[in-house]
């Protein structure tokens, strides 16, 4: 990539929406843009540094894209949060939302300011900060790591541990059997790798991943992502403008909020989009989408159904009208595309 001398490269993060367009650029995979003058919010081509802020300008709800980038030239900072205006950018590979999500964790991991540390040596202990940027780790079995300060980072990975993290820019991550990780604030990031864990986060702009077998992901806050990749897992999100993923065979998959999207990629697993405006995507074996809600749709591969409802509004609320149960031949009912009830009657979603 080429900058202007003396200038370092700049890793980052950037979004797009659906056409790979930002502020009306057209950008394009492994291209490298160009301008003589920045301003942050104003001129040059912006990026994150914190993959998690990306989303604040990108819903993953709303057809966003994103991809890792590398910035360069003249640089201006927005000194309210990561974001950089660059006078080159140069566009590398799409990672998608689950991609940015897990680029969150380990930036979350890497790049928090410790403040204070403290490390326990004993099984059975429990450890809590609350100062900002604080930082709290425990790896010993039965161990629970609190921290209620900005930036810090709640750490298990014992056995049975939990990890809770109350703070804005906050990870909290836990590793082991059995665990708990939890985040209640801003820009947050909240990670169980272990089998039977669960995160769970309520701040807006947070992410709750959950890849151990039999996990459960939930996120209720705005602009939030729910992701599972192990068998048996569930990902719920609660609030619009939403997205909830699962990967792994025999999951569950839920959003209840409107204009939210929930996708199931693992085979016999069931996406249920039960807020207006909301989408289903199954793209597992003999899977199932499940439209709702009012005006929702849903879409599958070949050999999965599709559940789909039909709403009457009413003074008082919408009441149900009509269901119908199609299957995914590729004829009748096409793969990979969106499928509505109205007037009673299966068609392509508008």
């Given at each position: 990539m080429e900058i202007t001398a003396g200038n370092p490269i700049i890793p980052g993060f950037k979004g797009f929406d659906k056409d790979l367009k930002c502020r009306g650029h057209q950008y394009v995979l492994d291209g490298v843009t160009k301008e003589d003058s920045?301003?942050?919010?104003?001129?040059?081509?912006?990026?994150?540094?914190?993959?998690?802020?990306?989303?604040?300008w990108y819903r993953p709800a709303m057809g966003s894209r994103y991809a890792k980038v590398d910035g360069g030239g003249k640089t201006d900072k927005d000194a309210r949060d990561s974001k950089i205006a660059c006078a080159v950018l140069h566009?590398?590979?799409e990672i998608g939302v689950a991609g940015l999500v897990r680029a969150g964790v380990e930036y979350a991991r890497n790049n928090v300011l410790v403040g204070a540390r403290a490390d326990f040596s004993s099984a059975n202990a429990i450890l809590v900060g609350s100062s900002a940027r604080s930082q709290v780790l425990e790896q010993h079995a039965c161990?629970?790591?609190?921290?209620?300060?900005?930036?810090?980072?709640?750490?298990?990975?014992?056995?049975?541990?939990?990890?809770?993290?109350?703070?804005?820019?906050?990870?909290?991550?836990?590793?082991?059997?059995?665990?708990?990780?939890?985040?209640t604030r801003e820009f947050n990031v909240s990670a169980?790798?272990?089998?039977?864990?669960?995160?769970?986060?309520?701040?807006?702009?947070?992410?709750?991943?959950?890849?151990?077998?039999?996990?459960?992901?939930?996120?209720?806050?705005?602009?939030?992502?729910?992701?599972t990749s192990g068998d048996h897992s569930v990902a719920v999100c609660l609030?619009?403008?939403n997205l909830a993923i699962v990967e792994?065979?025999?999951?569950?998959?839920?959003?209840?909020?409107?204009?939210?999207?929930?996708?199931?990629?693992?085979?016999?697993?069931?996406?249920?989009?039960?807020?207006?405006?909301?989408?289903?995507?199954?793209n597992g074996e003999q899977s199932i989408a499940m439209a709702i809600a009012h005006n929702a749709k849903a879409q599958g591969a070949i050999g999965?159904?599709?559940?789909l409802t039909e709403w009457k509004n009413t003074a008082s609320a919408a009441t149900l009208n009509e269901v119908k149960v199609v299957q995914v031949d590729g004829t009748k009912i096409k793969a990979h595309t969106f499928y509505q009830l109205i007037g009673g009657k299966v068609v392509l979603a508008k």
């Open positions: 920045v301003r942050a919010c104003g001129r040059g081509f912006h990026m994150c540094t914190s993959p998690m802020e990306v989303i604040n566009v590398g590979k161990a629970v790591s609190v921290h209620s300060g900005e930036q810090g980072v709640a750490n298990t990975e014992g056995h049975r541990a939990t990890a809770v993290a109350s703070g804005k820019s906050a990870l909290a991550t836990s590793k082991g059997t059995l665990s708990i990780a939890a985040t169980a790798y272990g089998a039977g864990s669960i995160a769970a986060t309520t701040g807006e702009a947070s992410a709750a991943i959950s890849e151990g077998r039999a996990s459960v992901a939930a996120s209720t806050g705005s602009n939030a992502v729910a992701i609030a619009d403008n792994g065979g025999f999951s569950t998959a839920i959003v209840n909020g409107e204009a939210s999207v929930v996708t199931a990629e693992g085979v016999q697993s069931i996406a249920v989009a039960a807020g207006r405006h909301s989408a289903a995507t199954v999965c159904w599709l559940v």
